[in-house]
């Protein structure tokens, strides 16, 4: 393919390489239900998807009268890396367009998520394209904001010496959309059918730029992408 018009591309993880969320939501609302809020992994996943569960400790204790702990989360990221581990699958078509971006763009791709470093590295590891995103893995839990601030991507455009402007950022979810164009990049919606994923206009009312439902589309749309004038 030819080089994108971007100096890098910028992932999601959840959602977007890896269709983690129907695992995660399905472990959390398990826990949940221990603490006494009954509720379904559908209904788990239309609340938290694309938040970081350490940030919505307050919803939590309102509905729960439990204060989330360090030793809460601890084991709720040791349940669900079990799952992951077991269960985990990519988004169809998914590493072959982070193959084709790493090869057009030189390596100047990375992988920019809201979750744990963990995580995000055991489900890289798990689809086999961890090799890809080799030292420019970056997680919000290791920023001053999580999602929708922009500091992650912000963070991801620095190490690789780009402006964010000139970077493409492709998400999910109306959160990391939000963050991606706090940070001035150009983003991508990956918006299918699927319960998890953020409709496509709700994904433009955040600003994104182009919405597309097969990652197998990526690497054209991106390769062919020109701005609108204004």
Known sequence: MKAPPFDAVLFDCDGVLVDSEPITNRVLAEMLGELGWAISTEESMRIFTGKAVKDEA??????????ITPEWLHGFRGRRNEALERDL????????AVRALHAAL??????????????????????????CFAGRIFSGHET??????????????????????????????VTGATAGVAAGATVFGYSPSDLGHSGPEALRAVGVAQIFTDMAQLPGLLADWRPAVA
């Not at 699958?89 to 072959?96: C, H, S, T």
């Open 89 to 96: 699958l990519a988004i169809p078509n998914a590493a072959l």
């Open 58 to 67: 307050a919803l939590i204790e309102a509905r729960t009268g439990f204060a």
């Open 144 to 173: 001053p904001r999580s999602k929708p601030a922009p500091d992650v991507y912000l963070a991801a455009a620095a190490a690789l010496g780009v402006d964010p402007a000139r970077c493409a950022v492709v998400e999910d979810t």
């Open 106 to 131: 030189d390596g100047r791709i990375a992988c920019a998520s809201g979750a744990d470093r963990h995580k995000v590295e055991l489900q890289l590891e798990k689809i086999g394209i961890l090799d």
